[in-house]
Protein backbone atom coordinates (compact mmCIF):
# COMPACT_ATOMS: atom_id res chain seq x y z
CA UNK A 1 0.00 0.00 0.00
CA UNK A 2 0.76 3.27 -0.77
CA UNK A 3 0.38 6.41 1.76
CA UNK A 4 -0.43 10.12 0.88
CA UNK A 5 0.84 13.22 3.10
CA UNK A 6 -0.17 16.45 2.63
CA UNK A 7 0.94 19.96 3.94
CA UNK A 8 0.92 23.65 3.34
CA UNK A 9 -2.64 24.74 3.89
CA UNK A 10 -3.72 27.48 5.86
CA UNK A 11 -5.52 30.84 6.25
CA UNK A 12 -5.11 33.64 3.35
CA UNK A 13 -6.49 36.46 1.96
CA UNK A 14 -8.25 36.82 -0.65
CA UNK A 15 -6.08 37.29 -3.52
CA UNK A 16 -3.19 35.55 -2.26
CA UNK A 17 -1.62 32.31 -2.72
CA UNK A 18 -1.11 29.32 -0.92
CA UNK A 19 1.64 25.88 -2.15
CA UNK A 20 0.55 22.77 -1.47
CA UNK A 21 3.18 19.61 -1.04
CA UNK A 22 1.91 15.95 -1.20
CA UNK A 23 4.28 13.37 -0.61
CA UNK A 24 3.78 9.41 -1.66
CA UNK A 25 5.73 6.97 0.60
CA UNK A 26 5.31 2.50 0.96
CA UNK A 27 4.48 0.91 -2.78
CA UNK A 28 4.66 3.98 -4.85
CA UNK A 29 5.33 1.87 -7.41
CA UNK A 30 1.35 0.99 -7.69
CA UNK A 31 1.08 5.06 -8.36
CA UNK A 32 0.39 6.24 -12.08
CA UNK A 33 -1.38 9.44 -11.47
CA UNK A 34 -1.63 11.98 -8.81
CA UNK A 35 -4.22 14.83 -7.68
CA UNK A 36 -5.76 17.34 -5.90
CA UNK A 37 -9.33 17.15 -4.78
CA UNK A 38 -11.10 19.60 -2.20
CA UNK A 39 -14.42 19.29 -0.44
CA UNK A 40 -16.27 21.92 0.95
CA UNK A 41 -18.60 21.74 4.19
CA UNK A 42 -21.82 20.08 2.37
CA UNK A 43 -20.66 19.73 -1.14
CA UNK A 44 -19.04 16.63 -2.83
CA UNK A 45 -15.66 16.10 -3.37
CA UNK A 46 -14.39 17.17 -6.41
CA UNK A 47 -11.24 16.79 -8.63
CA UNK A 48 -9.56 20.42 -8.96
CA UNK A 49 -6.12 19.28 -10.68
CA UNK A 50 -4.33 15.80 -11.88
CA UNK A 51 -1.06 14.98 -13.57
CA UNK A 52 -0.24 11.51 -14.75
CA UNK A 53 3.49 9.78 -15.50
CA UNK A 54 2.97 9.16 -19.13
CA UNK A 55 3.58 12.22 -20.89
CA UNK A 56 2.50 14.39 -18.18
CA UNK A 57 -1.03 15.04 -18.94
CA UNK A 58 -2.50 17.91 -17.04
CA UNK A 59 -6.45 18.63 -16.13
CA UNK A 60 -7.56 21.35 -14.11
CA UNK A 61 -10.84 21.58 -13.38
CA UNK A 62 -12.62 25.34 -14.80
CA UNK A 63 -12.89 27.43 -11.95
CA UNK A 64 -9.28 27.27 -11.37
CA UNK A 65 -7.79 27.15 -14.24
CA UNK A 66 -5.37 30.11 -14.86
CA UNK A 67 -5.00 30.76 -11.29
CA UNK A 68 -3.53 26.44 -9.79
CA UNK A 69 -0.64 25.05 -10.98
CA UNK A 70 -0.23 21.72 -10.65
CA UNK A 71 3.47 19.78 -10.77
CA UNK A 72 5.03 16.65 -9.72
CA UNK A 73 8.15 14.65 -9.62
CA UNK A 74 7.64 11.29 -11.06
CA UNK A 75 10.72 9.24 -9.33
CA UNK A 76 10.03 11.07 -6.32
CA UNK A 77 5.93 10.63 -6.59
CA UNK A 78 5.72 13.94 -4.85
CA UNK A 79 3.14 16.71 -6.48
CA UNK A 80 2.73 20.36 -5.39
CA UNK A 81 -0.16 22.13 -5.85
CA UNK A 82 0.57 26.18 -6.43
CA UNK A 83 -2.21 28.46 -6.00
CA UNK A 84 -2.94 32.02 -6.77
CA UNK A 85 -5.36 34.30 -6.65
CA UNK A 86 -7.18 32.63 -4.31
CA UNK A 87 -10.97 33.39 -3.76
CA UNK A 88 -13.54 32.88 -0.57
CA UNK A 89 -15.25 29.78 -2.44
CA UNK A 90 -11.70 27.98 -2.64
CA UNK A 91 -11.70 27.10 0.98
CA UNK A 92 -12.06 23.63 1.27
CA UNK A 93 -10.29 20.81 2.86
CA UNK A 94 -7.90 19.76 0.12
CA UNK A 95 -6.95 16.22 -0.56
CA UNK A 96 -4.26 14.57 -2.34
CA UNK A 97 -5.20 11.74 -3.94
CA UNK A 98 -3.72 8.41 -6.10
CA UNK A 99 -4.35 6.13 -8.79
CA UNK A 100 -3.21 3.02 -9.98
CA UNK A 101 -3.63 3.90 -13.42
CA UNK A 102 -2.46 6.81 -16.01
CA UNK A 103 -6.33 7.84 -16.88
CA UNK A 104 -6.81 10.90 -14.91
CA UNK A 105 -10.91 10.21 -13.67
CA UNK A 106 -12.72 13.02 -11.72
CA UNK A 107 -14.77 10.87 -9.78
CA UNK A 108 -13.22 10.27 -6.31
CA UNK A 109 -14.17 6.73 -6.29
CA UNK A 110 -11.84 5.87 -8.59
CA UNK A 111 -9.08 6.67 -6.71
CA UNK A 112 -7.35 4.37 -4.20
CA UNK A 113 -4.81 6.10 -2.00
CA UNK A 114 -5.51 9.68 0.17
CA UNK A 115 -3.90 12.13 2.18
CA UNK A 116 -5.62 12.60 5.20
CA UNK A 117 -6.46 16.01 3.99
CA UNK A 118 -5.28 19.79 4.60
CA UNK A 119 -7.42 23.20 5.03
CA UNK A 120 -7.29 25.76 3.05
CA UNK A 121 -8.94 29.03 3.85
CA UNK A 122 -9.47 32.03 2.15
CA UNK A 123 -10.96 35.07 3.99
CA UNK A 124 -12.68 38.03 2.52
Known amino acids: QAQLVESGGGLVQAGGSLRLSCAAS????????MGWFRQAPGKERELVAAINWSGGTIYYADSVKGRFTISGDNAQKTVFLQMGNLKPEDTAVYYC?????????????????WGQGTQVTVSS
Open 97 to 113: AGRGSYMIIKAASAWEY
Open 26 to 33: GRTSSIYA
